[in-house]
Every structure is written in C-alpha cells, then in structure tokens.
C-alpha cells in the first residue's frame, strides 16, 4: 500500500462516523495588496450574523495580516498544531464578532517528514474543525507560489480578489493560467468566483470582470464566475487603521453592505444545493498526500 492510499484509508477511517462537513473556501489573490485578507474578514464576519460559525484560515504564511487586522494576537499556530503536539481548539483565536482564526506560522514545507502516524493525529485533529465550523475561509498568499497553488487545487471553492488596476487583471489572469496547467487542478471539480475590489461604481466592477472573463474564455477555456463588487470606500481605509473589519466598525459603510451582498449570494449557493462540502480533513489531506508522493 502506498502512503496516498494510506492517507485516503485514514479520511475513510474518520467518516465512520458521521459528522457535518465545513463549507471551506479559499480566498485568494494574483498579486499582493488588492484587499484580499480584508474580504476574507468581512465575509467571515456576515456568514456569522446569518448564522454560520465561522473560522478563519490564515495561509499567507509569514505575514500576520488576520491577527494584525483583527487586532488580537494568537497564542498558538498551525505549526504547533503540527509539530508541537497542541489540539486544534487550543490553536483557535476568536477575534471580533465572536469569529475563529488560525495563524498558519511559517507553513507545512515540513509535512513530507512526518511519520503516518502523526499525519493520522494531524487529520483527526483538523477533522474536529468540521463540528466546530459551519464555514472554514482559507486566507491564502498573493501570487503564484506552490503554497498557494496547493491550497487552490485542493478547494472546491475559489474566490479571487482582484482590482481594476492593469496589473491585478494581468496578475488575475496568470494566476488562473498557473492553475489550470496545474496536474492535480479538476475544473470540474471546482468554481472560481471573481470579486472586483475598490470600484467606483458597480459598473466598473462587471466591466472588469468581462474583461478577464474574456481573456480567461479565449486562452484558457476555464469557467469563471462574477459574484460582486466592493466599492472603493474611505470608511474602510479608517477601520484598517484602527485594526478593526469594517463591517464591524462602520456596519453601514458602502463597503461593508458590499460584503454583505457577497455573502448573501454564497449562502443562496448553499441553500439551493450548488454547494458541494468536502470538510476540512479531506482538503487538507489533498494537500499531505501530494507532498508524501513527492
């Protein structure tokens, strides 16, 4: 038996009993700065107010942009989830609006080290964030890195963040191309909804997306979706500043109603049965068996 198989006997192993499974999604962007951590926060922030338990991933390994956004300083990370032995409660921070999040520490470069065994605690552990969340959001780096790219080949749920800057657009695209050409990449087992950030008006937002969707259709024959805009708005800048999500902080701001909008229409997806729920332990185990297998 090689270690994929060993590693898919250990999720079958933990469906024996049954359990919920989390609603993942990953946020993610083609290029740095264009307010993806932000759109993770305050859609986290709106599932909550509909009734979702939320938790928050944060992916972009290295940088702290959830806490320091949130304003509150983990304790624990993923890595000492995954090489110091703690359980997944005690790596999980609740920030504002009684939201979860995880730091992700310096990554999971390491994994291919690890023995079956510790996988297997590794799994079971992450297994428990399906009955703790309702909606696990994975905050992943900008760009085209590998990190990045495993996270986006195993979600069956991609939001991409870009802008109408050139660049955004450009970096969007080669984002969507890198993934495509990715081996392990299933567009049939995937969406990938477009959001356009710091619009000026709505119809800014849906003539970005058309522009993408264009070159997307033409070079890449890959399905893409529109799901919003958020306005470009300076109450959020200020709630930045003072380390607060907007939607918390001027819950009336354009912006803020902006993301409210969003996340209505991800929980229409869900309520008319379009969503499929993988869970968290199946998703993160896409992503050890490929590095067992390397």
């Known amino acids: 038996m090689d270690q994929a198989e060993q590693l898919r006997n250990i999720i079958k192993a933990n469906s024996h009993t049954k359990r919920p499974l989390a609603r993942v999604i990953t946020v993610t962007s083609g290029k740095g ?14 599932f909550k107010k509909m009734g979702r338990r939320v938790i928050i991933l944060d992916a972009d390994f290295g940088l702290a942009n959830i806490e320091i956004m949130f304003g509150t300083v983990p304790k624990h990370n993923l890595c000492d989830l995954i090489y110091q032995g703690k359980n997944i409660t005690e790596v ?7 939201v979860g999040f995880i730091s992700g520490g310096s990554g999971i470069a390491g994994l291919s080290n690890l023995s079956r065994e510790y996988l297997t605690y590794i799994i079971q552990n992450l297994a428990q964030l399906d009955a703790i969340a309702d909606v696990i959001i994975i905050d992943t780096g900008a760009g085209i890195s590998e990190a990045v790219l495993e996270f986006l080949v195993a979600s069956g749920e991609i939001l991409l963040v870009t802008t109408p800057e050139p660049t955004s657009i450009t970096d969007s695209y080669s984002l969507l191309k890198a993934l495509n050409r990715h081996p392990r990449f299933s567009r049939d087992n995937s969406t990938i909804k477009v959001i356009a950030n710091r619009v000026t008006t709505e119809e800014e937002g849906v003539s970005l997306f058309r522009k993408l969707n264009a070159v997307v259709s033409r070079y890449l024959g890959l399905p893409i979706e529109y799901l919003g805009s958020v306005p470009q708005d300076k109450m959020l800048a200020q709630a930045v500043m003072q380390q607060m999500p907007v939607s918390l902080a001027h819950p009336n701001a354009r912006s803020a109603k902006a993301y409210e909008e969003i996340t209505a229409k991800l929980m229409n997806n869900e309520i008319t049965g ?8 199946a998703f993160f185990s896409h992503i050890v068996a490929n590095k067992k297998m390397q």
């Open 274 to 281: 379009k969503i499929n729920k993988r869970g968290m332990a």
């Open 92 to 98: 999980i921070t609740w920030g504002p609006g009684d």
């Open 33 to 46: 700065g264009v307010g993806k951590s932000n759109t993770s926060i305050n859609l986290a922030l709106h």
